[in-house]
């Protein structure tokens, strides 16, 4: 799926919003949202940290329309002015949706006793999501896709982690001397460990099986590259923004002796994805 702009809903109509910064659109955010019903929102506060689903990346996890609301514009209110702010932007607003850590306000000092407090309507408050005994938290899956576990990473996004990168000239060594690679330039995405991952690449709507490889190029100039190589077919035309969906670690990045030997790994990452995807 292509990145998706937000929905266009006249805020008139929301009786309910789920408030948080919902970076990741992972599975303990997806259950502050079972709790909107029909005429749900949700408010996404933008604290410019956002790593797994930057932006407007988020509104393609969620049937809801999302509004972004700027944490520097809006953190010098007190709590009372961020109530009324809501209240004021959001007219028909009956339910508000928090995370139990939720808090608001200047300097952060209201939490939910003062969410309670200052809002006079219904207040759901969704307890601390686990999976596996382990906490759902936008900062626990980054520290999975940190050490390239992508497995893990996955089953608390509730899908494959995916980035968005613009095409660039490469080398130039992989179609003559490796294999043909796609290369990209990726900004405002975390970025999965050095190495060689199976991935999913999607270039104009259509998935394809591929191997992707990141990280720096130590065997021939050093630089950090962002890398994949389409499995089973030569796609030479350019792309303006291509998507890449990690599912599993092959290997840790490598330095190699000689462009044999690099050329000889290749093949075999090649295969190790193939076997993966069962082609």
């Known amino acids: 799926m292509k990145k998706s702009s937000s929905i266009l809903i006249n805020k008139n109509t929301i009786t309910a919003i789920a408030l948080g910064g919902f970076d990741g659109m992972h599975l303990a955010h997806q259950e502050l949202f079972k709790q909107l019903g029909e005429n749900g929102g949700i408010v996404s506060i933008e604290s410019g940290y956002a790593n797994l689903t930057p932006k407007t990346f ?26 009324s702010l809501l209240k004021e932007e959001f007219p028909k607003l009956e339910k508000i949706v928090v995370g139990f850590d939720f808090c608001f306000g200047k300097n952060r000092k209201n939490c939910i006793p003062e969410l309670k407090k200052l809002f ?18 936008s900062r626990v899956i980054r520290q999975y896709i940190n050490n390239g ?11 494959e982690y995916k980035i968005f990168g613009k095409q660039i000239k490469g080398q130039g060594l992989g179609s003559k001397k490796f294999v043909p690679t796609i290369n990209l330039k990726v900004e405002e995405f975390m970025l999965p460990k050095e190495g060689v991952y199976a991935t999913k690449t999607i270039i104009d709507e259509e998935e394809h099986n591929s191997v992707t490889f990141l990280g720096h190029r130590v065997t021939t100039d050093g630089s950090y590259a962002v890398e994949t190589h389409i499995l ?42 193939k076997n993966f995807f069962s082609i």
Do not use: C, W
């Not at 207040?123 to 686990?130: N, W």
């Open 58 to 83: 988020r509104q393609e996890y969620s049937k809801y329309p999302i509004y972004y609301y700027v944490l520097n514009n809006i953190k010098h209110l007190t709590g009372e002015e961020f109530i």
């Open 232 to 273: 089973d077919k030569n796609i030479k035309n350019s792309f303006p923004l291509v998507q890449v969906k990690f599912f599993k670690k092959i290997r840790d990045n490598q330095k190699f002796e000689s462009f044999d030997e690099l050329k000889i790994q290749i093949d075999k990452d090649i295969k190790e994805a």
């Open 149 to 159: 576990d992508m497995t893990t990473a996955n089953s608390f996004l509730g899908k």
């Open 120 to 137: 006079d309507g219904k207040v759901i408050i969704i307890d601390e999501y686990k999976k596996d005994n382990i906490a759902v938290h």
